[in-house]
């Protein structure tokens, strides 16, 4: 049965998503299209910069992204509690950053004091406002919008530039959430676009690498990796151990990279019980395997229950590939 996407976006159920948007008409997001030899290069430099921008915007942090030819990929954490914890002024400000707002907020950040009914509206504006800053569906469209604009104005055409909406998977377990962020990161070196994660341009993975070489302070939106034993919010693996993961999965994938291929597995596999070969299904064949719902099977299981599925899903690969 097919489910609204107010049920596919389920905060109770988890706040990690996974979400991709495609190109329509054989349109280039990036890259050089060889019919024309026209080079669309330039255009992973505004997806990149709109995607990092509207997230400091948002009360959603980027767990890892990937900027393709024709699509991009971005594992997503909401965080309600952050907005929760804005107070109006500071809704007011986010939300200018993208849009310019009604008559009464702007007036509210120019200092006046509002009479009794416009402050009510303006409140009302501002509760609104604080519930699309932490959602999914509208983080999505500000940035599909922004890039769908500038693409068509640079082509000279009208329509729509991206596929339909965009799809998610909601990620309901460290292992789904940790396969997931190392198959987007490693998206460039599938696709034989770079050799190393290092060299992959416009990704997360490349970003983290960066800072560590050149010891800055990470970019801000970027989630941070908080370690598998803390409780503070974040991402629940060592950053050392992820980009290390990376490294060995990429040569797994590229068994003609030049370089050891070790046989030695990254922490993280044994910590999460996560077998070999399942795991290198997973890095390559991660949407494939699974639609809107990615996890071990119990969890899974129990959330067709929770949202009460007339017909439930098989759950085949969770168990193979997760079990």
């Not at 009464?104 to 699309?132: C, H, T, Y």
Request: net charge positive; with cysteine.
């Amino acid at each position: 049965m097919t489910q609204p996407r107010s049920t596919l976006i389920s905060l109770s159920d988890t706040p990690y998503y996974h979400c991709v948007s495609r190109c329509v008409r054989q349109a280039f997001l990036c890259g050089e299209d060889r019919k024309s030899g026209k080079s669309y290069e330039h255009r992973r430099e505004w997806l990149e910069q709109k995607l990092l921008n509207t997230a400091e915007a948002f009360a959603i942090k980027v767990c890892a992204y990937a900027v393709m030819s024709n699509h991009y990929h971005v594992v997503l954490r909401v965080c309600p509690e952050q907005a929760k914890d804005w107070s109006a002024k500071e809704v007011i400000v986010r939300w200018h950053s993208l849009y310019s707002g009604t008559v009464f907020s702007r007036r509210f950040m120019a200092g006046e004091v509002l009479p009794i009914a416009e402050q009510d509206e303006l409140n009302k504006s501002v509760a609104l406002w604080r519930d699309r800053l932490m959602s999914i569906s509208w983080f999505m469209k500000i940035v599909n919008h922004a890039v769908a604009v500038m693409a068509n104005e640079e082509d000279q055409c009208k329509g729509h530039f991206w596929e339909s909406r965009f799809k998610s998977q909601a990620l309901l377990d460290d292992r789904a959430l940790l396969a997931c962020m190392a198959y987007v990161d490693l998206n460039p070196i599938r696709a034989k676009l770079a050799r190393t994660p290092e060299h992959s341009d416009f990704t997360s993975i490349k970003s983290r690498i960066n800072s560590i070489a050149k010891q800055t302070e990470p970019v801000r939106c970027l989630d941070q990796f908080t370690g598998i034993n803390k409780k503070t919010n974040g991402i629940p693996f060592r950053l050392d151990d992820y980009i290390q993961l990376v490294e060995w999965s990429g040569r797994i994938v590229h068994l003609t990279k030049k370089g050891f291929i070790t046989s030695d597995e990254p922490g993280l596999l044994k910590r999460l019980s996560l077998d070999k070969d399942a795991w290198h299904t997973l890095i390559t064949q991660f949407e494939q395997h699974f639609g809107h719902w990615v996890g071990s099977e119990h969890i899974v299981r129990q959330l067709y229950e929770d949202h009460r599925y007339q017909r439930t899903p098989s759950t085949r690969s969770h168990r193979s590939l997760f079990g």
